[in-house]
Nanobody, 124 residues
Framework: QVQLVESGGGSVQTGGSLRLSCAAS????????VAWFRQGPGKEREFVAA????????LYGDSVKGRVTISRDNAKNTVFLQMNSLKPEDTAIYYC?????????????????WGQGTQVTVSS
């Protein structure tokens, strides 16, 4: 069992940057692959990025590729999402999620644990 808590969201202008954090408690986070998803108003949950347990492998969604970087610090049980060159269409609630495997990492229903989300708002 693991509990996930996101932080770092906020309001920025177009072109700005934010760094989201996903802190894990309970079983050590290095036992889990972690992903970020987002859900904008009236939209389905969308894959943003994922990272393997060791951090040696990463995946990115097409809409954010080149603008975001996922990383992890297993000693601190934390996964980060650095987001640059933000656009209004990045406005959403951002969720982190964890799974014990690396099974279909871009699909939300393969993840066993979810945080409560953190709001990101990008204004033009």
């Amino acid at each position: 069992q693991v509990q996930l808590v996101e932080s770092g969201g906020g309001s920025v202008q177009t072109g700005g940057s934010l760094r989201l954090s996903c802190a894990a408690s309970g079983r050590t986070s290095s036992s889990y692959a972690v992903a970020w998803f987002r859900q904008g108003p009236g939209k389905e949950r969308e894959f943003v990025a994922a990272i393997t347990r060791s951090g040696g492998n990463t995946l990115y969604g097409d809409s954010v590729k080149g603008r975001v970087t996922i990383s992890r610090d297993n000693a601190k049980n934390t996964v980060f999402l650095q987001m640059n060159s933000l656009k209004p269409e990045d406005t959403a609630i951002y969720y982190c999620a964890a799974q014990a495997l690396w099974s279909r990492p871009t699909t939300p229903n393969t993840y066993d644990y979810w945080g409560q989300g953190t709001q990101v708002t990008v204004s033009s």
